[in-house]
């Protein structure tokens, strides 16, 4: 999208160089790269890199309104509430896709997903380094937003994941960590800030105090980084643990699990920007849509694009018995815009925010890039294929 920098990178690629920088990913940490990084950076120009602050400043517009919990309570299911909710998300991520505005003709972002949940947030300040050992990254560029650098970047994630607490004290909990897809960025999170992944059968529970074992020895927990999905728990049933993260425990959270809830699908239809296409609850519905082809369904209660049906009829619709858990959103048309060595390349953009507790706004850290050449981003429509996969936006200064 800057020409000048896809045109010198392009020009120096070769598929060589790009497997060298994947088997530097793997010298540096073996057998840990569990999914696709593709074979380029999004170079992002400063008119679009505007658009998007703008589009996620309307987000966080709407999660500031004094209403906000109120309009989202039913968000949680009961079950899965967990005690001592925070004021506000700690982490906000916010997925785009690049569109082209069909008026005006320029590029702007459109609003698929966000999430109170955090994402790859070491990974992503890491992979910037690995394009730019590898392959000619220009000066003006840089993935870094509303921080200065990598080492503001990593000041305000120490700041939030550690708060007042040591690292031994803070654990990043996932079920069966090592297995994880994203594997990766937990060995980086216990590199960068010192915070080690624990599996959630590993949890020691004493009374209201939690514990983990390291060397022989019990150590307390006093803060949880979460990166566990209820989705994924849902999937063993059979699953044995000391400690449900239901449980009213003496913790603090980085990331409180109850507003993976509240920032997510459900908050779509509460959206109103010019940056975001319309949202419907379905249920809310009294009459479909006329121009259902243009519109996709989303179930509300689910992670990473399960479930999501491209192509509906009223016949369909009418046929779910359960349409309070499901949303229509209009469709949005990616436009190709990164040029690839055989065609342009769809994309989209995640944009990272960290809201440590005390502080009254969030920070835009960086961003996550996303390529796709399927009809979806997801991994599944984009198998076997080149110039895909996860990757990292460098904005225009």
Request: charged share 25%; with cysteine; proline share 7%.
């Amino acid at each position: 999208m800057i020409s000048e920098a896809r045109e010198a990178f392009n020009a120096v690629f070769t598929p060589a160089k790009y497997q060298e920088m994947l088997a530097d990913i793997d010298r540096q940490f073996p057998g840990m790269l569990d999914f696709r990084v593709a074979e380029t950076p999004i170079f992002v120009p400063a008119t679009l890199r505007d658009k998007l602050v703008a589009a996620g400043q309307d987000i966080i517009d709407v999660i500031q309104q004094p209403d906000f919990k109120a309009l989202t309570e039913a968000a949680i299911p009961p079950h899965q509430r967990v005690p001592h909710e925070d004021e506000h998300a700690e982490f906000l991520t916010f997925d785009f896709a690049v569109c082209r505005n069909a008026t005006t003709g320029e590029l702007e972002p459109q609003l698929i997903e966000m999430q109170g949940f955090p994402s790859l947030y070491a990974f992503q300040s890491w992979l910037p380094t690995i394009f730019a050992a590898h392959f000619s990254v220009p000066a003006y560029v840089s993935p870094y937003l509303q921080v200065a650098n990598y080492d503001d970047y990593r000041h305000e994630i120490h700041r939030l994941l550690l708060a007042d607490e040591q690292p031994e004290n803070v654990i990043l909990l996932e079920l069966f960590p090592e297995k994880q897809k994203t594997r990766i960025d937990f060995v980086l999170t216990e590199k960068i800030w010192g915070i080690k992944a624990v599996c959630l059968t590993k949890i020691k529970k004493r009374g209201r105090e939690l514990f983990y074992e390291q060397d022989g020895q019990l150590i307390k927990i006093k803060r949880i980084y979460n990166r566990i999905i209820f989705d994924e728990l849902a999937r063993y049933e059979d699953l044995v643990t000391e400690f449900n993260l239901t449980d009213d425990v003496d913790v603090t959270w980085a990331g409180h699990p109850n507003w993976f809830f509240r920032i997510s699908k459900y908050t779509l239809p509460l959206i109103k920007s010019r940056f975001a296409p319309p949202s419907f609850f379905l249920d809310k519905l009294s009459v479909y849509p006329a121009d259902l082809e243009n519109y996709v369904l989303k179930p509300l209660f689910s992670f990473a694009g399960a479930g999501v049906r491209l192509h509906v009829t009223a016949a369909d619709l009418d046929a779910l018995t359960d349409k309070a858990n499901y949303l229509l959103q209009r469709k949005v048309e990616y436009e190709p815009v990164v040029q690839s060595p055989d065609g342009l390349v769809k994309c989209e953009i995640r944009l990272l925010y960290s809201w440590p507790r005390p502080d009254a706004q969030p920070l835009l850290l960086t961003g996550l890039g996303r390529l796709s050449r399927g009809e979806m981003i997801g991994v599944d429509f984009n198998r076997d294929k080149d110039w895909v996969g996860g990757t990292t936006p460098l904005f225009e200064r």
